[in-house]
């Protein structure tokens, strides 16, 4: 499997360190398959002390795989890899984080009912056996200050922000002695304030020698962010570079190996008449609590609505009120004029809605089964598929390339289990599969978050495409940029609430900004929020 042929770009990784930095980590010649597939081909990664270095790549470039290697989780199949200039070989990520080493990955691996304190100091060996929660919250309320990351130690985990939550898996892997920090998509789920306050800290952190490794598809972040850039394609490496001499459309050419063009937005046609209505409501979430609080929306024929807010308020029970997958206790909700506010799913579905979720694994396919009968799962019942109740298999397959060609997932065979295929190819294909069935109504949830630069640019052309169509769009999104460029009008969610509504064009980010903390503008959407 091995291909020693590295990709058509010019390979550089002489790059020139302004303070001549210590070299505290270096990977050389990693090769890691699994079965068939190659996920890193000879590559490599060479870090210093005190700086912060970005990893870039597209969506199965290998950057995971490659901090896995590193962190223990996987073992090379060839390759070594050097600590301070010794060769080392890691079995477990305990025998990693023993040797400096931790990894804080994108999905929290947090104890939600246990209290910071104790998810903080779970597990460590030095403590012992016995410890008063006095002390626990004392050696916390240390470490917070030592590291500059503050949490309220008593309170437990599902109560924090996930800006809170980071900050708790961070000191995790800090008190453990972790010198080398790898981050994955840190700043995914964060306000554009608290993403400023990560990256004082990791400043803060890279400063006192600690290294810091920086995941991400969020461009303008790892330039502001960064030291230096290595960027990983299919497995290989393409540059190393320093962060000062690149630019955005510099670096996704290197990651895509494409020049990238950047468009304008497009314009709205203009919008029709009202599809979507939300009219005050309200609805619990999965513990209980109410998580949506006397919402109104009203989503237009071409028209792109954005929702923007900090995850976990209310945005994810807002998209499945708007799909009929969870139902208000009070308000309604409306399609066309029709009130659906009590019925199933179904009717939703037969009124035109399509829907992108939150969960694309647990909600939009069904791992286990084949391509084909995943990218049917909204149309089998439609004419052009079945008759009479009997699914026509030709039709079925005819139907199903189509789909894949459009969405232009890559894969072997349309009969290979969907759970074969990339992230992103799952997510481009659950992406069009919807926006077929969509008629109506599009509900997007974060439709393109972990994707890479271009599967991203691809997923947000078809949610442009169905608003062009003169489809209505409801779009929910972590990245404010994203909303920016292609939302008509955005609104802003904080617990539960509906806080701002702003047309697009003449949006600020940091007004968006201030009410996805909390704040609330005195003269409503336009005012300034405060310095």
């Not at 990784?13 to 090769?31: N, P």
């Not at 919807?434 to 994707?451: C, I, K, M, N, S």
Request: proline share 5%.
């Amino acid at each position: 499997m091995y291909d020693p042929q590295p990709p058509d770009v010019q390979n550089d990784q002489t790059v020139a360190c302004a303070d001549a930095r210590a070299t505290v980590v270096e990977m050389a010649d990693i090769w890691k398959a699994f079965d068939d597939f190659q996920a890193l081909s000879g590559a490599s990664l060479e870090l210093q002390a005190g700086e912060i270095h970005a990893l870039l790549g597209e969506n199965g470039a290998g950057k995971t795989t490659l901090s896995n290697v590193l962190t223990g989780i996987y073992r090379p199949d060839v390759g070594t890899i050097r600590l301070d200039g010794e060769q080392r070989r890691f079995h477990s990520p305990a025998q990693a984080i023993a040797a400096g080493l931790g990894m804080v990955h994108q999905h929290f691996r947090l104890v939600e009912p246990l209290t910071v304190a104790e998810n903080i100091h779970l597990g460590r060996p030095e403590l012992p056996r016995r410890l008063s929660r006095r002390r626990l919250i004392s050696e916390t309320a240390q470490a917070m200050e030592q590291y500059g990351l503050t949490v309220n130690p008593t309170a437990r985990i599902w109560q924090l922000s996930i800006g809170e939550q980071q900050r708790v898996e961070i000191l995790r892997v800090l008190l453990r002695g972790a010198r080398v920090l790898i981050l994955d998509e840190p700043t995914a789920v964060l306000t554009p304030s608290e993403a400023t306050e990560l990256f004082a800290v990791l400043r803060r952190l890279a400063a006192s020698g600690r290294t810091i490794v920086f995941i991400s598809h969020k461009l303008h972040e790892v330039l502001a962010v960064s030291d230096r850039v290595t960027i990983l394609r299919r497995g290989m490496n393409v540059a190393t570079r320093p962060a000062a001499k690149m630019t955005p459309e510099k670096l996704a050419k290197l990651m895509t190996g494409t020049e990238r063009v950047m468009e304008a937005p497009r314009p709205s046609k203009g919008r029709g008449k009202p599809v979507l209505e939300l009219r005050n409501v309200s609805a619990r979430g999965d513990r209980g609590l109410v998580s949506v609080r006397e919402a109104s929306c009203t989503v237009h024929e071409g028209e792109i609505v954005g929702v923007a807010g900090v995850s976990g308020n209310g945005q994810r029970e807002l998209t499945e009120i708007a799909t009929g997958l969870r139902h208000p206790f009070e308000g309604t909700v409306a399609i066309d004029g029709q009130d659906l506010t009590a019925r199933l799913p179904g009717d939703f579905v037969s009124a035109g809605v399509g829907h992108v979720p939150e969960d694309r694994i647990g909600s939009a396919i069904v791992p286990s089964a084949t391509v084909v009968d995943n990218a049917v799962l909204r149309a089998f019942r439609t004419g052009e598929l079945s008759r009479a109740g009997v699914m026509r298999r030709g039709a079925v397959r005819v139907f199903t390339d189509r789909l894949v060609t459009a969405a232009d997932v890559q894969l072997p065979d349309i009969d290979v289990p969907i759970a074969n295929l990339s992230g992103g190819n799952q997510q481009r294909f659950v992406a069009r599969r919807e926006a077929w069935a969509a008629d109506r109504l599009l509900v997007a949830a974060h439709p393109t978050r972990g994707l890479d630069v271009r599967a991203a640019d691809q997923v947000r052309e078809v949610v442009l495409d169905r608003r062009d169509a003169g489809c209505a769009v409801l779009l929910v999104s972590d990245d404010l940029d994203e909303l920016l460029a292609v939302s008509d009008r955005i609104v802003v969610m904080y617990e539960g609430r509906i806080k701002g509504d702003f047309t697009a064009a003449k949006a600020r980010r940091k007004e968006i900004g201030y009410l996805m903390g909390g704040g609330d503008l005195v003269g409503g959407a336009g005012a300034e929020a405060p310095s």
